[in-house]
């Protein structure tokens, strides 16, 4: 049944006072980021670094990230006959963001047929519907073991400079190790989730006792490791957790099983829905594992999910692709000669505020206290945070050893030598988790660590200072054999970010492919194709998910809306299916439109 309008103006009421208790006027400069202030949290815990010489050669392509940009992107170079590629890392070893997150309980929160890439090239099987993390960077070897990525990578390495050297028309790359190499592409995949990020608590250096990230995991001193044995050290420890996103929502459980006690801190609750985690049946593989079986998935769940002509089977069948169905159906049962865009605005907050109510309700019926699970609730739209799918969170404040703090939306006040205080309570903990995510939002430079010196020694952060330039969100004018491999300009697919890298990957090995056939030296966009497809991007309106009138989060700029160079950031405007029909309609014409070669 439709929300009533008393329903629905209570709701967005609601929604408005607990989103205005969350603004801050620092924004995203509330969080400092996990550097060297942090010596001991910084450090990689997991590999040891080893010695070397510093490397002084030329490689074809070099590829700064070694996460699943590099490595798909490496893996379609060596299938198009390009396998002289170098991948560069600040981790130990392959990975990216599955390198660093081994906190208990990780798993993908998409189906791990689209989640995980390259499994119809690898022949794997997932043992899962939602796989967790060993699985997933157990993966990620196999790709770098199959197709040879391994031989010249660099691993415990951070990319301090890339300069365009017009006279040899190749990059020069140095690095922290003493490595000056050049190549004659490079690509940048620093990704979304690759700078984990604290809270900027007052006196986050004061606290004495042990602390760490969620990305930087210390089974030393929990005990157990990232296959799910029990953290039996935690036995004598009071443990607090800050952060209840999709991190927090899947450690927690776990630290609760062993800890003495588990202190849960809360800024804000995220939705939690069912996960309904499975084994996945070798005969049903089998049975859908025929060739093209992977990119038939990829389009059915975009599909599933797209504004225009819907397919009549649902792959997938999850959380992601039930949200779309679910406006869909409130949409299409609209009169035709009243549907306009109030109306569908209209039957699309009646479908979301339905959908919040039953994620609310959920809460009651797993979490036995009241006043706990009042403050569990998520009063915003659906799509506002990143919608998490848990069974085992919302049941573990049921035990006698977990504690929420809820902080009412204003977060931890301070952190002393031996504690946190929230409301004027001193917390004493022995342990501090901070499970406060990545900086989604953060600037390329910040990501990676450097900056880019393209033609005539402009700065790639320089070029992009007004917004961001690209062609298809790869490749930028006066950067010659230069991709950057991100959601932005592109596809801009949350839901799934593996699939925007998959589709990259195939048009930079097709362009690659293409010009060393040919003999060419440089390839870039045309000043005038950039500028078009720049103009396109900023025909789009935006989504609910980038709304001001969310509550503040990652995707929002914390609430203090997007301006001009926000804009420039979309994704097509035709969503994501539209982007990935426009790109595999370029591929196929081959002739590189909007493209400038040069010999």
């Given at each position: 049944m439709a929300a009533t309008m008393l329903d629905k103006a209570s709701v967005k009421q609601k929604y408005a006072q607990e989103r205005a208790k969350r603004l801050r006027p620092d924004g995203n400069a509330q969080y400092i980021p996990l550097d060297a202030r942090f010596p001991e949290m910084a450090t990689d815990p997991y590999t040891l670094v080893k010695a070397r010489e510093p490397v002084h050669d030329h490689v074809t392509f070099a590829f700064v990230g070694a996460g699943f940009s590099g490595l798909v992107v490496g893996a379609r170079l060596a299938e198009a006959g390009v396998s002289d590629v170098r991948l560069i890392d600040k981790a130990g070893d392959v990975?990216?963001?599955?390198?660093?997150?081994?906190?208990p309980g990780v798993q993908c929160d998409t189906v791990s047929m689209i989640y995980l890439p390259l499994l119809e090239e690898t022949g794997y099987m997932p043992s899962e519907r939602y796989v967790h993390g060993p699985e997933i960077r157990a993966h990620c070897n196999r790709i770098a073991d199959q197709f040879g990525l391994r031989d010249k990578a660099l691993f415990h390495t951070e990319v301090t400079s890339v300069e365009w050297q017009q006279s040899d028309q190749r990059w020069r790359i140095t690095t922290n190790r003493g490595d000056d190499f050049t190549a004659k592409y490079i690509g940048m995949g620093t990704?979304?989730?690759?700078?984990?990020?604290?809270?900027?608590?007052?006196?986050?250096?004061?606290?004495?006792?042990?602390?760490?990230?969620?990305?930087r995991w210390d089974y030393e001193y929990t005990g157990g490791n990232a296959n799910g044995a029990a953290m039996d050290k935690l036995g004598d420890k009071r443990v607090a957790i800050i952060g209840t996103g999709a991190t927090g929502i899947q450690c927690v459980p776990y630290v609760a099983r062993t800890a003495k006690h588990l202190f849960v801190f809360q800024r804000t609750p995220s939705s939690v829905d069912e996960r309904g985690n499975r084994a996945v049946d070798p005969d049903w593989f089998k049975s859908i594992a025929e060739p093209g079986w992977q990119q038939r998935w990829y389009d059915n769940f975009v599909d599933n999910q797209s504004r225009g002509v819907i397919p009549t089977e649902d792959y997938i069948n999850d959380g992601w692709t039930a949200i779309s169905r679910r406006i869909r159906e409130r949409v299409f049962a609209l009169p035709s000669d009243q549907i306009d865009m109030t109306t569908i605005r209209a039957a699309v907050d009646d479908a979301d505020i339905e959908k919040m109510n039953e994620i609310r309700a959920r809460v009651d019926a797993l979490v036995h206290d009241r006043e706990t699970a009042e403050k569990l609730k998520a009063w915003y739209s659906q799509l506002c945070k990143r919608p998490c799918f848990n069974d085992l969170y919302l049941p573990a404040f049921n035990q006698p050893n977990v504690t929420l703090v809820d902080t009412d939306g204003r977060g931890v006040e301070e952190i002393t030598e031996t504690g946190l205080v929230v409301n004027g309570q001193h917390y004493e903990v022995d342990c501090i988790v901070y499970a406060s995510g990545f900086d989604f939002g953060a600037s390329f430079q910040l990501k990676s660590g450097f900056d880019v010196k393209g033609r005539d020694g402009q700065f790639l952060s320089e070029y992009w200072d007004n917004g961001l330039r690209t062609l298809h969100g790869l490749q930028t004018h006066n950067f010659p054999n230069a991709f950057t491999v991100q959601m932005f300009q592109a596809a801009n697919l949350a839901s799934n970010i593996p699939h925007n890298i998959v589709d990259h990957a195939k048009t930079i090995a097709q362009i690659v492919a293409h010009a060393e056939a040919r003999g060419f030296a440089e390839v870039e966009p045309a000043l005038e194709a950039e500028q078009a497809w720049v103009d396109l991007v900023l025909t789009g309106t935006g989504s609910l998910i980038t709304s001001p009138d969310c509550t503040p989060g990652f995707w929002n700029n914390e609430g203090q809306g997007w301006d001009q160079k926000f804009r420039q950031i979309q994704g097509h405007p035709g969503g994501p299916k539209a982007f990935f029909d426009h790109m595999n309609q370029w591929r196929a014409a081959g002739d590189f439109k909007g493209l400038h070669f040069a010999k």
């Open positions: 990975g990216g963001t599955w390198y660093w997150n081994r906190y990704g979304p989730l690759s700078v984990a990020k604290l809270p900027g608590i007052p006196g986050i250096e004061r606290f004495r006792g042990k602390a760490f990230h969620t990305s």
